[in-house]
């Protein structure tokens, strides 16, 4: 055991005008002279942990002191191998297991008290509700030591000039055809991956990228023993034969753990928003051919595994992995949680550039407010980092969680259209400049 004292340091902005720009100046707020050799530190956005012992401990305080930042102490120690950070879609953690203790609640991620041994228990599964890591496996930056990152609100850059071209593909994303599509998926009532709707659904997708001029196939899979699909769509670059490939997914599938595989799961967030935002984007993109080729996933098995997204990539070749130039997938892109419209990217060091990338394409074709992950949570990305491939998560902000998905109440009328489109654009330009790169 090794006892260890806690400390929470709420960053305070410095007199922004904005909450936009209050998040921008977060990271620089981040005073690196507070934490001595011996004290380790972990930024949850605006908050940073404090964790240390000893004479570091009485430095640290003294540094706090002289430096008066507000800095909450917690008043017992805690073993270190007890500390584990938890990341979860909506509540869903805090649902299952009320009874752990939570030190630091940043909706998406936590910091808890919880035993090892449990914490593998946990973690034993792949299923895409949280993932439950030790403390000492999120990665120190480089920059900083023996400083984690969990997640950080990106600065937000004076915007570029936009590319008339790249504005012209965004502008064509609307409203108009994009609810309709969510509204057909939500009215099938359940898309469990194993279910007749759920075929339905996949028969659905594929009509409509089929009609919109791209060649569309079904990839069998099994899931928990049972037969589901993935449904693909590709349009061919105009490049050489070493042209890359540029790969925008979602989940098809829906559940609701409520209840059973019959009951209701409408899955108009999770993951409805995006599976229609994958249509969107191929009828925005529709004429658009670029110098790489457009390949579009819709995967089936999200929800009990992963399932989906573990077949492509496995079934993938090296050769056709190496050819992979960004993933860029949508889970949950519909609902509002904060104040201010919001988008999260989550990926790996591998997915540094696509991070960048599509920030910048935030800030110059959207008002998308941009926080950043190199932590990834069990969503479709993960198999293809796994793969060391460049993928980012894109799903909407979670200061606060959301509390209707995998339920019967995650429908229609909690979707924001304006939020959603506004991640559109952010990926539709982002893509379309992959495209042509």
Known sequence: MKPVRLAIHKLEPRGAPSARAAASDVAEQTPAELAPAGVASLQFGDHVVYCGGGKSWGEFRNRATRARATVAEHPDTIDSKRLHVVVQKGRLFQQEHPDVPVLLDKGRYLLVDLAPSRARRMGKRDVPCFTVRPLEAVRPTKARGRHRMVFTAAARAAAAAPDPAIKALVDRLARATYEPDLERLVGFGTRHSLSPQYRAACDFVEQRLAGLGYATSRQAIVVNGGASQNVIATRKGNGPDTRGVVVVSAHLDSINQ????ASPAPGADDDGSGSAGVIEIARALKDHQGTHDLTLILF???????????HYVAALTPAARAKIRAVVHMDMIASLNTPQQSV???????SQGMIDGLAAGATTYTRL????SVNPHDSDHVPFIRKNVPAVLTIEGTDDANHAIHSPRDTLDRINFDLALEILRMNTAFVAQTLDA
């Not at 409520?258 to 595989?261: D, I, L, M």
């Not at 999260?344 to 591998?350: C, D, F, H, K, S």
């Not at 407010?369 to 950043?372: A, F, H, I, K, R």
């Open 369 to 372: 407010g941009v926080q950043t």
């Open 300 to 310: 089936g098995g999200e929800e009990e595994g992963l399932f989906g997204s573990k």
């Open 258 to 261: 409520e209840g059973n595989a």
């Open 344 to 350: 999260l990217l989550e990926g790996a060091p591998v």
